[in-house]
Every structure is written in structure tokens, then in C-alpha cells.
């Protein structure tokens, strides 16, 4: 069965700061990759996927992420951060043939310093 | 607005109450989720719908059953529950059961389980 590690459970950056969030997974094949952030008192949003091909992924509010098969990785990454970036970034790996059941990790809860 | 509403939005139940969770999809999706989010740890997979059918019952106890009578809506029905079940209920909605469909949340239901 596949699974979804996020080593970091707290980060804090400074406003402006680069950021970057591990994901690891643990799968067989070629996974789809997602992340999603939750910000208090909301559900999840989208914020990108990766299915196949071109390795950097672009998503919504400036961040993107690269899929490196080598390391089973999937990190999140953002050149500067804003204030309204604090929240909870969760990862998830979803498998071919899933049905779209996807398995998330435990989050990063992210602060950001003004 | 991600289109999916949820209400309640929170909840305080004793464990002999009966109550239940609604979810509403504005997105003309056919598919349909319920997962438990609990503190630090992921989020747990439920229940899946697909066109009013259910399509997964990931080991859910009893105590939990869910309704689909349309595509738009979604129930989750709770009977004598356990202060363990106290968690954010998510429910979620998906174009189609498809591997690479995007999964759009609401904002949850705040559970406590007194």
C-alpha cells in the first residue's frame, strides 16, 4: 500500500523567505501527487498536482513543486513567502487504478514571522 | 467558495444522541467523499459515492452511516459515538472516480463527542 511521509510536523519562516516542505511516498509505480492547503477553519484547497511529464509543477498562489523519482520525493517550494501563507500543507499520493483514493500525510503546520 | 457546503459547521453531541452531517456539491460531480480528520494524524478515508452508489467503505464502524439519495448530497449519520470520534468531518466531491480528478472540499463539521 502506498503511504505519504511529511517529516516536518511545525515550520517557521520569516516573511519574505524562501520555503520548502518535504513529502516523501512510498509506492510502487508511477504515483499522483498533490498538495493541498487548509487554512483555519476551511477545508482543503488544491494547490497542485502532478500526473506525468514535465517534472515542476507550477500551482496557485506562487508555489510549485518537484516530483524527483530518485528520492520518492514531492517537495512544495515557494520563493517568498507572504503572511497569508500560514496554515497546514498536507500531501498526498494518489496510485493508476486508485479510483481517485488518495492517501494523505499528517500536514506541516507553517508560521510565518513578520 | 469551493462549491461544497457542509452543515453543521460544529457540533457538540452526547454519546446516546443521533444526529447527522450534510454535505452539498454545487459542481455537478458525480462523486462523492466523506474523511475524518483527527489531530496529528491523516486524513482518514471514509466513505466514497459514485453516482449514488457507495464505492468504498474503508472499515468505518457501524456507528457511522451514510446517505447519498443524489449526486448533490451527502449525509453522514451518527449514532451512539465514542469521545474518540470527536474530529473534523470533510466532505469532498470529485468530477468523476477517475485517477486525475480533482478533489474539492468543504469546510468540515467541527464533531465533539461528550
Known amino acids: 500500500a502506498q503511504s505519504v511521509t511529511q517529516p516536518d510536523i511545525h515550520i517557521t519562516v520569516s516573511e519574505g523567505a524562501s520555503l520548502e516542505l518535504r513529502c516523501n511516498y512510498s509506492?510502487?509505480?508511477?504515483?499522483?501527487l498533490f498538495w493541498y492547503v487548509q487554512s483555519p477553519g476551511q477545508g482543503l484547497q488544491l494547490l497542485l498536482k502532478?500526473?506525468?511529464?514535465?517534472?515542476l509543477v507550477q500551482g496557485i498562489k506562487g508555489f510549485e513543486a518537484e516530483f524527483k523519482r530518485s528520492q520518492s520525493s514531492f517537495n512544495l517550494r515557494k520563493p517568498s513567502v507572504h503572511w497569508s501563507d500560514a496554515a497546514e500543507y498536507f500531501c498526498?499520493?494518489?496510485?493508476?487504478?486508485?479510483?481517485?483514493?488518495?492517501?494523505f500525510g499528517t500536514g506541516t503546520q507553517l508560521k510565518v514571522e513578520l | 467558495e469551493t462549491g461544497v457546503t457542509q452543515t453543521p459547521r460544529h457540533l457538540v453531541m452526547g454519546m446516546t444522541n443521533k444526529k447527522s452531517l450534510k454535505c452539498e456539491q454545487h459542481?455537478?460531480?458525480?462523486?462523492m467523499y466523506w474523511y475524518k480528520q483527527s489531530a496529528k494524524k491523516p486524513l482518514e478515508l471514509m466513505f466514497v459515492?459514485?453516482?449514488?452508489?457507495?464505492?468504498e467503505n474503508n472499515s468505518v464502524p457501524s456507528r457511522f452511516s451514510p446517505e447519498c439519495p443524489n449526486s448533490s448530497h451527502l449525509f453522514l449519520h451518527l449514532h451512539t459515538l465514542q469521545p474518540e470520534d470527536s474530529a473534523l468531518y470533510l466532505c469532498?466531491?470529485?468530477?468523476?472516480?477517475?485517477?486525475?480528478?480533482?478533489?474539492?472540499f468543504g469546510p468540515g463539521t467541527r464533531l465533539t463527542v461528550t
Open positions: 469532498a466531491s470529485s468530477q468523476d472516480m477517475g485517477d486525475s480528478y480533482e478533489q474539492y
Open positions: 509506492y510502487g509505480a508511477t504515483p499522483y
Open positions: 502532478y500526473f506525468s511529464g514535465d517534472t
Open positions: 498526498a499520493v494518489g496510485t493508476t487504478g486508485g479510483g481517485n483514493k488518495l492517501t
Open positions: 459542481l455537478g460531480h458525480n462523486a
Open positions: 459515492y459514485s453516482l449514488e452508489e457507495r464505492v
